[in-house]
C-alpha cells in the first residue's frame, strides 16, 4: 500500500482487492483536506460469456457453462441444466432429479460458505481488521483456533465429496442434462455420506454460534460497519419459504415492503434492468420500476434470509428468528450481517443434506423427463453469493443463438460501491496517514458479499496485489506490490 | 482421492500423486490438467493422478495419503520450457481469495494431518490464458518438454525403492 500528493489531492488504488475471487480495484480519491471525494470497485468482469456458448447445441451447455468459473462451476452447471429443462419441456422433473441436483447444490452451497466463512471472512472477525497482515489469515486460524481449522477443511471436503458423488467429477462433472440427471447416487456413496452428513450439520451449527458470538461480542462496532439501506431480490418458493434452488423473484426495498413477488424467471427481464457507468466494464442491475438510482439492490445470504417467510428446516428456521428479531421488524441492513446469514444457510445446507441423503429416491427412479420442445429457456438459481440467471434462445438447428447471464457478483455490484463508500467515510475520512488496517477494512467491506470477480485463472507468479498512486491527472505516481 | 477422513487419516495409500491445478477453457491454463490427461493415459499403477481448478484447503486431507507429490500448474514467469522445484510447507500465505497454494497445502497437511509429503512444483509457462481457446503452440512445445521430465521423475522415485 503507499499514498503520496499531488497538487494537493489524493488517490489510493488497491489492485486487486484480496481474499475475493479474480482481481479487483478499489480507487479512492482524496482532497487536500483529506476528505474522501470518491470511492469506486472497478471490477475487471469478463464479458465474454454469450460469445462462449453462441453456436454450442444447447445439451452442451451445463457443461460447457462450468468451465466459466473455477470457483462455482456447480451453479452454472444446474443454472444452464434449469434452462434446458424448459428446452426441453421438462416442466416438472422427476423426484429423482430434483433431489439428486438439489443434493449437489446444498453440497456446494455448504462448501462454499464454509470456505468463505472459516477461510476468508473469519481471519477479520477473530483478529481484527487491523490485526498483523502476517496473522490475519487462514493460517492464522489454523494456528490459533486449530479445531475450527480443521473442521473447516473437512467441512469443505464433505461438500465436495456431496458434488463429486452427484456430478460425477470435480472439472466439468455431467451429473445435472437437460431434464433430469444422468445417474443415481450410488448406494456405496450415500452411506458413506450419511455416515457424515449428522457431524457436518453439528459442526455448522457451533459455526453458526462463533459467528454469532464474535458478532454480537462485537455488535458496536460491527453492525454499523459498513452499513447502508437497500432493497433486496431473491427467489423464493411460491409458499414464502427460503429455496436456494427453484423459485420465482421477489424484491423488497428498505422497509421490508413488497416491491414484486412470484415473478417467473422468464420474466425477469420486465422487472431487472442493467444499467452502465462509464467508469466500469461491469453492468449495474436495478429494479426496472423504481430506476438507476434507487432500484439497486443486494442478493445473496442477507437478502434470502430477509426476503424469505420462512425456512422449512427446524434448526434454521429458528436461527432465521433470531437473526430477524435484530432488526425490529425491518430487514437487516448491516454488511457484516451478510457472515451471519450465510452460516444461516450453511446449516440450512446440512439439514437438507441429511433429509435427501435419507430419502430413497436419489438411489433409484425415474431419471429425465421431457414435454414440447420450446426456444428459449431461461432459469434462476440462488448461488452461494446470490442470484444467477441464465438465458438461453436456440435455433432450429439445436444450436443457441443468443444467451444473457447475470452472475450474483453483478447482482451486487451497485451494492459494493456503496459498501466502499461508507467504509471509506468511516475509515478514512480525515487520516493523513492511511494503515494497512484502513486499507483492509475496505476490503472487508467487499469480502462481505463474498465476490467472484473474475473465472478462475490463477497461474503462478500471477500478481496477487497491486497498489498504485495516481495523480489528478491519471499519471501512476507510485505503484507497490504485495502477496 | 475418496473417503473422508473425519475420525482420522483417510486409508493409506502408499503412493505417489500428481495433482495439477487449471481451467482447460482458459488457454495455457489448462497446461497441467492437459499433462494430467497424458499421464492418466499410460495407465501406470505407481503413481496416481487428480486435477481440479485450483487447489484448496481440503485437498490437505487427501495430500496426506501419500508419502510423494508433484504439484503442476502453469505459470506466467517461469523460464521456458518449465521450472521444477522442491517444496516444503509455508506458512506464508499467499494474499489470494478462493484457492490455496502447494506450500500452504502442505503446512495444513503438517498441521491437521501430521503427514507432510514430499513435495515437488512444476510449473510450465504458458503465454495466453484468455477463455474458450486452447492451448498455445509455444505451451503444447513447453508441455512435450514437461511431460518427458515428469516421467523421468517418475522413474527414479521408482528406483528409490521407498514406494
Known sequence: ?483 | MSGLPINGLPKKRPCNLVMACGNPERGDDGLGPALIERLANLNRSDFETDADYQLNIEDAASLANYERVLFIDASISAPPPFNLESLAPTTEIAFTSHSVSPGAVLAICHDHFHHVPEAWVLGIRGYQFDLGQGLSSDARVNLDAAFARVIELLDSWNRCGKV
Open chain 1, 1 to 483: 500500500m503507499t499514498t503520496a500528493t499531488q497538487n494537493g489531492t489524493r488517490k489510493i488504488v488497491i489492485n486487486p482487492v484480496t481474499r475475493v475471487e479474480g482481481h479487483g480495484k478499489v480507487t479512492i480519491q482524496m482532497d487536500e483536506d483529506n476528505h474522501v471525494t470518491q470511492a469506486r470497485l472497478h471490477i475487471i468482469e469478463f464479458r465474454g460469456f454469450e460469445r462462449f456458448v453462441q453456436g454450442h447445441f444447447y445439451w452442451e451447455v451445463p457443461v460447457l457453462v462450468q468451465r466459466l468459473c473455477g470457483i462455482c462451476p456447480v451453479s452454472h452447471h444446474l443454472a444452464a441444466s434449469k434452462a434446458c429443462d424448459m428446452i426441453v419441456g421438462a416442466d416438472s422433473l422427476s423426484p429423482t432429479a430434483e433431489k439428486i441436483r438439489r443434493l449437489m447444490h446444498y453440497g456446494q452451497t455448504f462448501q462454499s460458505h464454509a470456505l468463505h466463512f472459516y477461510h476468508l471472512s473469519s481471519p477479520d472477525l477473530l483478529f481484527g481488521f487491523d490485526a498483523p497482515v502476517a496473522q490475519r489469515n487462514v493460517i492464522g486460524v489454523i494456528q490459533a483456533y486449530p479445531e475450527v481449522a480443521k473442521k473447516a477443511v473437512l467441512m469443505r471436503k464433505f461438500g465436495q465429496e456431496v458434488i463429486k458423488a452427484t456430478a460425477g467429477k470435480k472439472i466439468h462433472g455431467t451429473g445435472s442434462i437437460p431434464g433430469g440427471v444422468n445417474k443415481h447416487l450410488s448406494q456405496e456413496d450415500r452411506d458413506r455420506l450419511a455416515a457424515e452428513v449428522d457431524t457436518m450439520l453439528e459442526w455448522g451449527v457451533e459455526g453458526l454460534k462463533l459467528c454469532k458470538d464474535v458478532t454480537l461480542a462485537s455488535a458496536e462496532k460491527l453492525l454499523p460497519f459498513g452499513t447502508f439501506e437497500s432493497n433486496f431480490l431473491s427467489i423464493v418458493r411460491e409458499d414464502g419459504c427460503l429455496d436456494l434452488y427453484d423459485g420465482n423473484l421477489r424484491a423488497k426495498d428498505a422497509d421490508g415492503k413488497i416491491i414484486f413477488d412470484q415473478v417467473k424467471p422468464e420474466d425477469y427481464l420486465d422487472v431487472i434492468r442493467e444499467g452502465v457507468r462509464n467508469w466500469s466494464y461491469m453492468k449495474f442491475p436495478f429494479i426496472h420500476d423504481r430506476g438507476q438510482e434507487k432500484g439497486w439492490y443486494r442478493v445473496g445470504p442477507l437478502a434470502r434470509i430477509n426476503n424469505c417467510d420462512f425456512i422449512d428446516t427446524p434448526i434454521a428456521e429458528e436461527e432465521r428468528q433470531e437473526f430477524m428479531a435484530l432488526g425490529k421488524g425491518r430487514p437487516i441492513h448491516a454488511t457484516m450481517a451478510y457472515h451471519w446469514a450465510r452460516l444461516i444457510e450453511l446449516v440450512h445446507s446440512a439439514e437438507k443434506m441429511r433429509e435427501l441423503l435419507a430419502d430413497p429416491d436419489v438411489l433409484r427412479g425415474e431419471l429425465t423427463t421431457t414435454g414440447e420442445r420450446r426456444d428459449r429457456g431461461v432459469a434462476i438459481i440462488e448461488a452461494p453469493r446470490g442470484t444467477l440467471i441464465h438465458d438461453y434462445e436456440v435455433d432450429d438447428n439445436d444450436q443457441i443463438r443468443r444467451g444473457n447471464l447475470i452472475v450474483s457478483t453483478t447482482h451486487n455490484n451497485e451494492a459494493m460501491n456503496q459498501a466502499v463508500r461508507v467504509v471509506a467515510d468511516q475509515y478514512l475520512e480525515g487520516q493523513a496517514e492511511i494503515s494497512e488496517g484502513m486499507l483492509n477494512s475496505i476490503e472487508v467491506g467487499i469480502r462481505a458479499y463474498d465476490p467472484c470477480l473474475s473465472c478462475a485463472t490463477h497461474a503462478l507468479g500471477q500478481m496477487r496485489l497491486l497498489v498504485q498512486l495516481i495523480g489528478p491527472d491519471g499519471t501512476i505516481l507510485d505503484e507497490r506490490t504485495r502477496g
